[in-house]
Every structure is written in C-alpha cells, then in structure tokens.
C-alpha cells in the first residue's frame, strides 16, 4: 500500500497575495504535490477554466454537496459558496500523492479540525514584519492611520497562531522557495516516515 | 535584544557518517549557523587543529568542566571523554547566531532535556530503507545475517522516536542539502517566530 499523502494548506489574511504565490508555485512545474481545485458557484471569469482555476457549479449543486458531506471546507461570500471537495482530496492522498491547497483562513481552521497531521503555513503580508520599523520611523502617518494598522497586525498576529508556518510574502519568488522548503522539511519528519520504518519493521516478521 | 538563536543537533548511530556530512556541510561555507566545536581528552591526530576540530584538553580540565557543570553533555569512549561545553553555546545563541552540534546519541538525548526546543535530527543510513527491498530480494544472505540487520534496524527505528526529522545518507549532498531545507524550514514555524511578532506588538504599546 502507499504511503498516505501529505495534505499542505496555504492560507492567510486576505490581501496577502495567497492565489499570487500559488499560482507561482504551480506555473514553475516540476512539482511533486499536486493542486486540489475548488468549486464555487460564481461565474467564471475571463480566462478562467472549469476543473483547472474552479469547479464551477450551480448553487443547488454546492447545496446538495454540503448536505451530502462532501465538503472538506466550505464558505459563503457575497452571495456565493466558495469550498473543497473532500472526495479528490482523499483519493489523491491514498494513492500517496501530497495535495496543496490555497484557501480563506475561516476554511483552513475548518481543515485542521479534520485533518490535524496536514501541514498549515499562514502567508503573512511584509507590512506586519515592517510595521514597527515604519512606525518608529519617520512618523508621517496619523494616530488613526497607526491605529488601524496596529489592531490588523495583532489580528493578524492572532491568525497565525493557529498554523505551523509563518512565511512573509515579501517577494513572490522567495515566499515560493520558503514554501518548496517547509515541505521539504516536513516530508522528512519523523512522526511521517515513522509509520513507514515500523510497517517495514513488521513486515519482516518481527 | 537580538532573538534567541536556534539549536540545530544533527545526530545517528555511530558509523553513519555523521562527522562526514557535518564536514561537507560546513566545507559549503556561506552558511548562517555555526558549528560548535566539541572539546576531547583524546590526542590529535595528524591534522587536526585544537579549537577547529576539536578543543584538545587534558583529563583533568575535562573533569573540572564536568565538575563546574560546563558540559552541555558528554560521553566517554575508549578511556577518553568528548562533549560540548555549555558557555560558547549560550554565548552564541544569546547574539542570536544559531549553532549547530553534531554528536552521538546519548549525547543528543542529553541535550533534548536540557534544550527541548532545538531541532534534533537524526541521520539514517541508507540500508535501513534498502534493507526491506534487500531482503525480500534474491535471498543470498544467511539467516544470521538477515536477523542481526533486522536487530540492527529496530534499534536504530527505536532511536529515531526521540528525533523531529530522519534523513537518510544515502548520498552525502542529498543529506546536506536535507539538513539545509530543514534549517530553513525550522525558521520559519510560528513557535519560532511567534515571540518576535509579539514583541513588536508590545513595543507598539498594547
């Protein structure tokens, strides 16, 4: 039997530039995980191709996948659901394949809940890293300007706790590289091969 | 106040080659951890450097060191001591710098209770994943063979459980460039990095 596949979920406020460095990490090919799509029930937009950007539904066909459990993760925004089909996302990780989603910090807390072992990196945007300095810098900005970017950094800052990673998208390429790194790393973790070495073990009979 | 340094401890059964990668690692050059040099009773052999290779000192300052509580952890083999003095390591890690250790087991395990937040990674040899395919293959070995390499391989499975990451040896840059990724992987998890956001946040006052 293959080895079970490792689940990577993306996310991060949104803003953060979270579809940008995905789609950088999948137009660089060469990838050895591959991308869950998710389905929407908005319309697709110019360029954007059923089963590759989305899977486009109709409304009554999320519903019906929602009410039969299909959904690893679901979520409504201004009008239209936006979520993961669990099925693909299954089947690709039984047959041993890694998968890599990009979705909205409410889903990705959703995923976690079901599949605690997955790898959770939170993109942060290069303003929470630079806040400070800019801050205690110059001081051009006004109180209310300051204040507003405080409170989003401490939100922000709250997020992240809830992930494994935190990688600053800084420039597109390097936060692609960061991301290539973390699992790389953690395919090589102990509690992932572990389960490989003891069934090795076993089947030797001991 | 410079963020705490991260202790990176690479470790293995003995035959491994885990003094070969730490060398290919750090022959590299350009890295941003430093190896702390471990100190020894033992004499040096021809081309070894007091303070590179090792700090060669007598039987006496050895045991004063142990004495003074200095040692981080430390072994003896074969009527001589080896370990790592605790000082330059705290002294690094307080500027920031991360070090790297590369020491025998019962060392690690020494170290993990004392520094539970270092990255501890354990350096496989390559027959313990070649050994299955060996031994369901062609069958040429004896029974006594076979059952001393299965022994072998339990006890060095065993040893793994107390590491976060195995990485295999099987080729000396594959295993370097391993331990790279992790580096720079470990850096990036929000445990790490959590306590520097949070300062800037309190530094902004709340």
């Known amino acids: 039997m293959a080895k079970r596949g490792m689940l990577i979920v993306l996310s991060g406020p949104s803003g953060v530039g979270k579809g940008t460095v995905r789609k950088a990490i999948f137009d660089q090919g060469g990838n050895d995980f591959v991308y869950s799509v998710s389905m929407t029930t908005r319309s697709p ?14 409304k009554t066909e999320f519903e019906e996948e929602i009410a039969n459990g299909g959904m690893l993760e679901y979520a409504q925004y201004v009008d239209n ?6 099925k693909y996302i299954n089947k690709t990780l039984d047959e041993g394949h890694d998968v890599f989603l990009e979705i909205e910090v409410q889903g990705a807390m959703q995923v976690r809940e079901k599949m605690p072992t997955g790898v959770y990196i939170f993109l942060t945007p290069p303003d929470l890293k630079e806040l400070k300095n800019r801050l205690v ?11 507003k ?3 989003t950094a401490i939100s922000e800052i709250k997020m992240m706790e809830n992930y494994d990673y935190a ?11 960061r991301i290539k790194d973390i699992i790389r790393a953690e395919r090589l973790r102990v509690v992932r091969v572990m389960p490989e070495y003891n069934e090795m073990i076993g089947d030797l009979g001991k």
Chains 1, 2 share one sequence.
């Open 45 to 58: 937009r110019v360029g954007e191709e059923n089963g590759v950007d989305y899977h486009f539904v109709t």
């Open 137 to 147: 810098g110059r001081g051009t900005d006004s109180a209310e300007v300051i204040e």
């Open 149 to 151: 970017r405080i409170e």
């Open 167 to 177: 990688v600053v998208n800084d420039e597109v390429e390097l936060a692609v590289e």
């Open 81 to 86: 659901y936006y979520g993961t089909p669990i």
